[in-house]
C-alpha cells in the first residue's frame, strides 16, 4: 500500500486549522485515491522524563461529493536534510544556508498550477527565511518571514500568500534560512529532532501534478541543489525588512462540499515538535 505516497499535510506549533480551498481536496480511496494514513510525531524530551502520556489528535472531515482538482504539495529547501546526513553544524553567531531548485516544475503536465498555502518551516535557532521564484532567471515573486519565532508559529504561512499565486512550468526556486546560536556549549545540527535545525518551505498546491520525489525538491536525491552556508557579522546583514511577515491567525471559513475538505488540528502541546501527516496510497490501476 506504499506505492505512490507522499506529504499530505504537516503540523508545528502555532499552526491553525487548516481548510481546503473549495474547488480543491484531497482525494481518499476509489480510483486513485489514498488507501491508508500513516501519521508520524516527533517528540522532544531532552530530559528523558517518564510518565508523560500523549493526547494529541487530529480530525479529517470528508464529504463523498468529487472536488474539480486534487492537491499536492512541494517542497523546496531541504526537504530530505542533505545537511544532515553529513552532520552539518551551525556556525556560531549568525549564518545563512541557502537552497536552489531547478527542473521541478519541467514535469508538470500542465502549463501551470495554483498555490493556496504554503508552510515555512525552520526550527528554534531560525531567525529568517526568504523564498524566491524565478522565471526565465529574473525573480518573480520573493515571499518571507522577517522575523521567524518557532514557538509562535513553527509552520508560518506569510501574508504575502493572500488568496493563492500560480507556479508556471519550468520556473525555479532559492530559499535562504538564516540562523542565529549563541555562545554556549554545544552544537546545533540539521536533523529531525527539536534541537536540530530545518530549512524547508512547503507549497500546498493544485492541481496534483505526476512529479519525482512526490514532489520532493531534495539535493542529491531529486532536482535540489545546496548553494552553501554564509557567515554573517550581525542581525543586520540578515538583510530583514520588517513588516512583511504575518502568521494566519483568523479563523477558517467553513468549507463547501468537496472531497477531503477540512483537517483541524487539536493539540496539546507535550513538546511535540513537529507532526508530519503521510498517507501512503496504492498506485492507481
Request: charged content about 20%; some cysteine.
Amino acid at each position: 500500500c506504499e506505492d505512490g505516497g507522499g506529504l499530505v499535510m504537516s503540523w508545528a506549533p502555532g499552526r491553525m486549522a487548516v481548510t481546503m480551498p473549495p474547488e480543491a481536496g484531497i482525494r481518499i480511496f476509489g480510483h486513485g485515491g489514498y488507501k491508508s494514513f500513516h501519521i508520524q510525531t516527533h517528540y522532544s524530551n531532552p530530559n528523558g522524563d517518564s510518565g508523560m502520556r500523549d493526547s494529541s489528535g487530529f480530525r479529517l472531515f470528508h464529504t463523498t461529493r468529487l472536488r474539480a482538482h486534487d492537491i499536492g504539495v512541494i517542497q523546496i529547501g531541504d526537504p530530505l536534510l542533505f545537511l544532515g546526513l553529513g552532520g552539518a553544524q551551525l556556525a556560531r553567531g549568525w549564518s545563512k544556508h541557502a537552497f536552489e531548485c531547478q527542473g521541478l516544475t519541467d514535469e508538470f503536465a500542465v502549463p501551470e498550477v495554483r498555490v493556496y498555502m504554503r508552510f515555512l518551516h525552520m526550527h528554534a535557532k531560525g531567525e529568517r527565511m526568504v523564498t524566491r521564484q524565478l522565471r526565465g532567471g529574473a525573480v518573480v515573486r520573493t515571499d518571507s518571514a522577517e522575523v521567524y519565532d518557532f514557538d509562535q508559529s513553527g509552520g508560518l504561512d506569510p501574508l504575502s500568500t493572500g488568496a493563492g499565486w500560480t507556479v508556471r512550468k519550468g520556473d525555479s526556486f532559492e530559499v535562504e534560512c538564516y540562523y542565529h546560536t549563541g555562545e554556549g556549549r554545544g552544537r546545533t545540527e540539521f536533523g529531525l529532532g527539536s534541537d536540530d535545525e530545518m530549512c524547508i518551505d512547503y507549497l500546498f498546491y493544485y492541481p496534483l501534478q505526476p512529479l519525482a520525489m512526490q514532489g520532493s525538491c531534495a539535493v542529491l536525491f531529486g532536482d535540489g541543489e545546496y548553494l552553501g552556508e554564509s557567515f554573517l557579522s550581525s542581525a543586520e546583514e540578515a538583510g530583514r525588512t520588517f513588516g512583511l511577515a504575518c502568521n494566519r491567525t483568523e479563523p477558517p471559513a467553513e468549507p463547501e462540499a468537496g472531497t477531503a475538505a477540512r483537517v483541524r488540528w487539536s493539540w496539546l502541546a507535550i513538546a511535540s515538535a513537529m507532526l508530519l501527516v503521510v498517507i501512503r496510497a496504492q498506485a492507481p490501476p
